[in-house]
């Protein structure tokens, strides 16, 4: 089986938003979690998706997910203090479904532009490898700053990449490496893969699409409200070229 789990539990405070949390911003007529939902309830391998979300907005989720007719969201359950946290709350529920050989996929809630083809590679990259993590290589020079104002270090861009989401992980492997956290006294790794690496574990990369942003920053939502603009207006026109208009 293939499950999902979405973390939701952040206020999205580099949005600057702060009526809403990014992940309920309405985008060309539905929240972008919504937006983000579809892509993997649409996918037919996907068997089940847990979100991990705002403990005050479950309610109001639930309703979204009424109201936009979104199939396949089984559970949702309290976010925690952080990401780590939020992504551990909804992994232990989709272990009471699991077996330790089933694959779960990791992802914010604030990935809309998710593709098929995407969710595909990385549920066969899980299932061979155990571990999978879509990267777009580096386009740009990477300099190193203890501080934040000066830097003596630049490091080879032919060798960073940028990670995406969704992670992909057998829950064997997942579940090892959160108990191992707790273990270690590891409390808010940036990623589950950020988590393996200090863990000692290697990661299996894969291509990843440029498109598939994380929405955090206005720009981002700007550039997120431009493409469904660009969509919208692609249709328009067909619909105009189709009777002659």
Known sequence: MVHVVIFA???GARMKSLDIPKQFINVDGKPIIIRTLENFAAHPQIDDIVVSCLADKIDYLWDLIAKFKTPKV????PG??????SIHNGLVEVQK???PNDIVLICDGVRPLITHQLITDCIKTAERFETAVPVTPSIDSVLQSENGQTCCKSLPRKQMYITQAPQGYTMRKIMWAHDEAEKRGITNPISSGELLIELGETLHIFKGERDNIKVTTPEDLEFLRSRYYYKSFKNFAKEELKYGL
Not at 74 to 77: F, G, K, Q, Y
Not at 80 to 85: F, P, R, S
């Open 74 to 77: 089984t559970s949702i359950v």
């Open 80 to 85: 925690g203090e952080n990401g780590h946290k």
């Open 97 to 99: 479904n699991s077996s």
């Open 9 to 11: 539990g952040g206020v």
